[in-house]
């Protein structure tokens, strides 16, 4: 699995990089659209990888990440100060486009931003020390940019911390914490995971287990549980929520043939399955 889910010529480049990061790719664990298309049928299309990484891990590691990434071509994108990278795909329109997440208890005083090498910083988000610990191991095979056979182990996030990740994304784009200035941007960011949110618990919310696994994965994590009940709560409650016009507006935005109203009531039905039935 992994060859249809990852296309070329995305999937040398990945091959590629994890070869080259060697035992520190152990460190990574893909998040986000990437990791969702491996657990949910027909996922939304993505050119972006995600990685959740253990910086206390990294740490100090050789390779080092920002040698790795200069030897492959990758350039930082400047706005985004070190935790996201680009490079051009040779002979090709197309690009690798990483970036790198961290843990808010790992983050800077003053700072969004998690120290992990000299040179790479990752973005702080709540719940990224749940992802290293909630994962599984997929075989990715294919060949490198030179036509070597190559094959990688890829840490993949589950979809009950994907949805985790994604409730908590929308909350932050919906809120706009970055400012005026990213207004647009953020609505847009927000509409995308509003729809995430709905396409992962469409996928698994028939599987008995699924409800459990997403809460109990928090474990004594009290802070996080109340802020997924409290996202949940209030961004699906009924057709007026935050959540649903999201969602809404995300499928008139892509034209997406289906019917609306119906879509809507049954995602509303659908994530409402997810609140502990002690507050529902």
Known sequence: MGQ??????????LLQLHTELGSAADYFV????????????????????DFVLDAVMLRGMSPSIAEVLGKLHYEPVPEARNFQFIKQIPNTQ???RIEFL???????TKDFRVDVQEGVHARACMGAEIVLREFDNRQIKGVLPNGQPAEARVRVA?????????????????RNIRGPRETEHDRAEARIHAADVASIVR???QNSDFKRLFWSQFGSEAELKERAISTISSYFADLNSPGILLYAEFMRMQGMD?????????????????IPSSIS
């Open 4 to 13: 249809g889910i990852i296309e070329e010529p995305q999937r040398s480049h």
């Open 102 to 108: 961290g843990s808010e208890k790992e983050k800077r």
């Open 30 to 49: 893909l998040v986000g659209a990437r990791a969702i298309r491996f657990t949910v049928e027909r996922a939304r299309p993505t050119k972006d990888f």
């Open 258 to 274: 289906i019917d609306e109203a119906a879509e809507l009531v049954r995602t509303v039905r659908e994530v409402r399955l997810l």
């Open 158 to 174: 589950r979809p009950h911390v994907l949805l985790m990740m994604k409730l908590f994304a929308m909350d932050d784009r919906y």
């Open 203 to 205: 996928y698994h919310i």
């Open 94 to 96: 197309e690009k690798m």
